[in-house]
T-cell receptor, first 110, second 113 residues
Framework: GQNIDQPTEMTATEGAIVQINCTYQ??????LFWYQQHAGEAPTFLSY????GLEEKGRFSSFLSRSKGYSYLLLKELQMKDSASYLC???????????FGKGTTLSVSS | EPEVTQTPSHQVTQMGQEVILRCVPI?????FYWYRQILGQKVEFLVS????????KSEIFDDQFSVERPDGSNFTLKIRSTKLEDSAMYFC???????????FGEGSRLTVL
């Protein structure tokens, strides 16, 4: 099965950089996803990593180390609108389900 | 931009009643999913569906639940004899390929009284 661990809450200030960590255990690795979920809304896709290394997409970057079972999401130049939950997710071995972690709630203050 | 649509956005029902939640996945997607999120908790996988049959289901998806693709566009989740603990946001999602990015609908909030 899949086991995903990420911090429950984080706080940061506008303009800062924040790193949200995720560790995972899965039988058969098929990539790792990050989603953003604002309160009361649906999750929206942020990034997908299947190979080791850093994937950069604007203010957001995601890193993966398959040997360590570790990923992080890096958010730069934080804005108030970045206050949301950030969900780490991995597919099951068959690729028939995407399993989410409990999410990290990020609060950005001015 | 194509999107997943869900109806109703909010449904209130009495305990023991049957509920049907409807979803229209993105038209060229082949894989369909239902997830549940109880208020303040994680997004939980319920079931995935491909080629007119269930691909995977979680322990939550017991005999109380069923899914159906009644026509070429709709994908429904039926909850028989609802319980108080079924109160949650139910998200439908679809993807083009297995293991690829999921596109979520806006959700249907179910309140069981």
């Amino acid at each position: 099965g899949q086991n995903i661990d990420q911090p429950t809450e984080m706080t940061a200030t506008e303009g800062a950089i924040v790193q949200i960590n995720c560790t995972y255990q899965t039988s058969g690795f098929n990539g790792l996803f990050w989603y953003q979920q604002h309160a009361g809304e649906a999750p929206t896709f942020l990034s997908y990593n299947v190979l080791d290394g850093l994937e950069e997409k604007g203010r957001f970057s995601s890193f993966l180390s398959r040997s360590k079972g570790y990923s992080y999401l890096l958010l730069k130049e934080l804005q108030m609108k970045d206050s949301a939950s950030y969900l780490c997710a991995v597919p099951n071995q068959a690729g028939t389900a995407l399993i989410f972690g409990k999410g990290t709630t990020l609060s950005v203050s001015s | 931009e194509p999107e997943v649509t869900q109806t109703p956005s909010h449904q209130v029902t009495q305990m023991g009643q049957e509920v049907i939640l409807r979803c229209v996945p993105i038209s060229n997607h082949l894989y369909f999913y239902w997830y549940r999120q109880i208020l303040g908790q994680k997004v939980e996988f319920l079931v995935s569906f491909y080629n007119n049959e269930i691909s995977e289901k979680s322990e939550i998806f017991d005999d109380q639940f069923s899914v159906e693709r009644p026509d070429g566009s709709n994908f429904t989740l039926k909850i028989r004899s609802t319980k108080l603990e079924d109160s949650a946001m139910y998200f439908c999602a679809s993807s083009d390929l297995a293991g690829e990015e999921l596109f979520f609908g806006e959700g249907s909030r179910l309140t069981v009284l």
